[in-house]
Nanobody
Framework: QVQLVESGGGLVQAGGSLRLSCAAS????????MGWYRQAPGKQRELVAS???????NYADSARGRFTISRDNAKNTLYLQMNSLKPEDTAVYYC????????WGQGTQVTVSS
């Protein structure tokens, strides 16, 4: 079992930056891939970025070049640095950890004003 707690969301103007964090607890040694997903009102949840335990990353086209995913395995924490934010980035951002199954955090709201 793994528990995930996101933080760092908030309200920011277009062009601004936010850094999301996801703190993992429990059986963290068993976590393989981790990722950030987001869900805007009326839309499906979508992948933003993912990272393997070894540090290999993957980005959605909408995030590539603006967002950076990273993880600190010693601190059991996942990060998402978001720069040049746009109004269309407004969503609830969720952290996901994959072990034998998939675990989700409760989400953190990101709102980008124009």
């Amino acid at each position: 079992q793994v528990q995930l707690v996101e933080s760092g969301g908030g309200l920011v103007q277009a062009g601004g930056s936010l850094r999301l964090s996801c703190a993992a607890s429990g059986s963290t040694d068993s976590i393989n891939n981790m990722g950030w997903y987001r869900q805007a009102p009326g839309k499906q949840r979508e992948l933003v970025a993912s990272i393997s335990r070894g540090g290999s990353t993957n980005y959605a086209d909408s995030a590539r070049g603006r967002f950076t995913i990273s993880r600190d395995n010693a601190k059991n924490t996942l990060y998402l640095q978001m720069n040049s934010l746009k109004p269309e980035d407004t969503a609830v951002y969720y952290c996901k950890a994959i072990m034998l199954g998939a675990y989700w955090g409760q989400g953190t709201q990101v709102t980008v004003s124009s």
